[in-house]
């Protein structure tokens, strides 16, 4: 079964588009399953009631999942410790990246990192993008 982690934080409004648009666009494809990830309760409800099929919150359950994945999506700041107004923890974001798992992250702007070169694109645009690279990646039409 295809394991894909969904990563968020503060309100879980990112991750839960990002579930509920995963949901609709592998609704025929390969046996999968999304798992939603949280930083706080607020955000991995959110994502549950998204359509994530499974749900965990803290720092010990990102860290014990994300090497299990096969794809972790998520904003930008959860490969950067003190990220999202320090709700990444070092340990998140060392476990994230040390991950096996293709990562797709949405450069969403973090107060302290600017990424140069990156154009302004509108959330719904980066959304859209981010489900169309899974699916891509496992080939699901």
């Known amino acids: 079964m295809l394991q894909i982690i969904v990563i ?24 999968y399953e999304i798992l939603a ?13 998204a359509g994530a099929h499974r749900g965990a919150t803290g ?15 998520g904003p930008l ?14 340990k998140i974001a060392t476990a994230v990246v040390a991950s096996p798992a293709k990562k797709f992250l949405l450069p969403i702007s973090q107060t302290h990192v600017e990424l140069v070169g990156m154009s302004e694109v509108p959330l719904s645009l980066l959304l ?7 699916r ?3 080939k699901v039409d």
Not at 59 to 73: G, L, M, Q, S, T
Request: hydrophobic share 40%; with cysteine.
């Open 8 to 31: 968020d934080g503060m309100g879980g409004g990112i991750g839960s588009q990002v579930v509920s648009q995963l949901q609709t666009a592998l609704a025929t494809g390969p046996n």
């Open 37 to 49: 990830l949280g930083t706080n309760a607020a955000a991995t409800t959110k994502m549950v009631r």
């Open 59 to 73: 720092e010990n359950a990102i860290c014990f999942c994300v090497p299990k994945a096969r794809v972790i999506v």
């Open 77 to 90: 700041g959860i490969i950067m410790p003190n990220g999202m107004l320090g709700e990444i923890t070092p």
């Open 128 to 134: 859209k993008e981010v489900v169309e690279r899974v």
């Open 136 to 138: 891509q990646q496992f």
